[in-house]
């Protein structure tokens, strides 16, 4: 404003400035009306929400322009939250969303996907109040998975023995007194320096760091030993729903042979950036470059080379994934418990490693796994196909499947209350359509609260739009005949079991259900 302006301001009569106040006063006393009506409306449609499974119907949740009549739909869009000074860790992530027609914006714009590859919830306080359309690729409290420290100090039985620094120090140094044979190395949470250690050379002061026993007899192959990375997606906690990716796994091995054993040497026996891609592996060369097999099946034609039968290695490696989600949900639970909306989803890849017996042991887990082919450009199409599998899971598609229409009247085509209803039988004899006050009614259609009736929504969709992905958590029912329910639900929480019933329910109807 100019200085005339104010001038002129100033010299206003003291009538005019008490007509003015008393105008102001009376607008903001009529202002206070619709503030306390949108209130009211917000509330009320919370309420409608939550108490009304069919309130979808009635209210567009998805996308504000997605109308059956509109022409031209705004693409959908994502943003990226890292530290890195480069991106090359992304490419693959960007590559597939920009051919799925996903437009890029800051952070700080409106997003529908926003990919971290750091902990986001720290620096973006506004992740706790999501819209509907938003989803984050990570769940806050992930980190009890992923904090190795954490992870492997627990007491789980495919975990080689480890003890946290300094806290157990006594308990570390009696252990190896009764164990005069074990070797050990010394982990931090950042996974670097580490090589294997007599007790009298462990570093006993320093913080966020453990010791773990090292597996001596590992499964060699040309005389290499190796790791191998799993693919897996959480899509929901309480209920659990998680998925391991079937394409491929990742197969990393030591550089150097195993034997002659020399613990100075680690690329002997830790895998590090520069691994030997099973490409480059003798024995194997001939299933990957002559016949495309992929690097768990020329791994496998290997092992049946050897004489032994690989077909056991998986079973084990989905019972450790399991085994851990289940272990640390609880935690996660209680974190979630700080935010309004739970739009997450979670891609890690578990490591773990074989011994000469074909028993598989858990190394660690990594949020945001490594997924350039910087390195190695063959292994390009494994983290496209994996990035591929897990988006069209969690509901991110190619434009043409995202379009307004699709997101609105298509929806229903694809997930029906039909497609949501199982035990009709019960439903109908505890008459579960007058009252909901037995625990006989939880899986009725009439019964379901506004967020149970959306928990079952995805759990379909996502079994739809599965690609390579295998349902890991609620387990599958590999056979229907010997299953029992309340036997396999015992020990799980109250949301879990009845996620799981409502599995088994469907299983019953068709077997491509059951897994």
């Known amino acids: 404003m100019d200085t005339n302006v104010e001038e002129n301001e100033t010299k206003k009569t003291e009538d005019e400035l008490a007509e003015n106040t008393s105008s102001s006063q009376l607008k903001g006393h009529i202002g206070l009306l619709p503030v306390m009506i949108f209130l009211a409306a917000t509330v009320a449609t919370a309420v409608i929400v939550e108490l009304f499974p069919h309130a979808s119907q009635f209210f567009n949740w998805r996308r504000k322009y997605a109308t059956e009549d509109q022409q031209q739909v705004p693409p959908p869009t994502y943003a990226i939250f890292g530290r890195s000074p480069t991106e090359e860790h992304l490419v693959h992530v960007v590559d597939v969303l920009d051919r799925f027609g996903y437009q890029r914006v ?34 806050p409290g992930c980190g009890y998975l992923t904090n190795k420290v954490d992870l492997c100090t627990t007491q789980l039985p495919f975990l080689p023995r480890a003890f946290r620094l300094p806290a157990e120090r006594e308990e570390f140094l009696e252990y190896a007194k009764d164990n005069p044979d074990v070797l050990f190395v010394q982990k931090h949470n950042e996974h670097r320096h580490i090589r294997i250690r007599t007790p009298s050379e462990i570093a006993f002061g320093s913080n966020d760091s453990f010791v773990q026993e090292f597996v001596q007899r590992p499964f060699l192959v040309d005389g290499h030993k190796f790791d191998i990375g799993v693919y897996v997606a959480i899509t929901s906690i309480n209920p659990l729903r998680a998925y391991i990716y079937t394409g491929d796994v990742l197969f990393r ?13 680690v690329d002997k026996y830790i895998v590090g950036d520069d691994y030997l891609p099973t490409w480059e592996v003798p024995s194997l060369r001939k299933y990957y470059n002559r016949f495309e097999g992929s690097m768990r099946t020329v791994f496998e034609a290997y092992v049946r080379d050897q004489g032994k039968d690989p077909s056991g290695i998986w079973p084990q490696v989905e019972h450790i994934i399991r085994t851990t989600l289940a272990a640390k949900e609880k935690d996660i639970v209680e974190t979630l418990s700080y935010y309004r909306t739970h739009n997450f989803f979670e891609l890690m890849r578990f490591d773990l490693f074989i011994d000469e017996d074909l028993k598989v042991s858990l190394m660690e887990a990594n949020m945001s796994p490594n ?36 997101l609105s009247k298509s929806l229903e085509m694809l997930t029906a209350d039909k497609n949501l209803a199982t035990e009709l039988n019960k439903c109908v004899a505890y008459d579960c359509d007058k009252s909901c006050n037995k625990d006989e009614c939880d899986l009725c259609l009439p019964c379901l609260s506004g967020s149970q009736y959306q928990i079952l929504q995805r759990a379909h969709q996502e079994h739809l739009h599965r690609v390579d992905m295998k349902r890991l958590f609620p387990p599958p029912i590999t056979n229907l005949k010997k299953y029992n329910l309340l036997e396999e639900t015992l020990n799980m929480t109250k949301k879990n079991a009845w996620m799981t019933r409502w599995f088994y329910n469907k299983c019953q109807f068709d077997i491509n259900w059951c897994n």
């Open 371 to 406: 997924l350039s082919s910087a390195h190695f450009k063959l292994n390009s199409l494994l983290y496209e196909q994996v990035i591929y599998s897990v988006f069209n899971l969690v509901g991110i598609r190619p434009l043409k499947s995202t379009a307004g229409a699709y």
């Open 106 to 139: 800051g952070v700080n714009e409106s997003w529908d996907l926003l990919w971290a590859h750091d902990y986001p919830f720290r620096s973006l306080p506004n992740l706790k109040n999501l819209d509907q359309n938003q989803v984050v690729n990570h769940f």
């Open 253 to 265: 091995y030591c550089p150097v042979k195993y034997y002659p054993f020399d613990p100075e040497n």
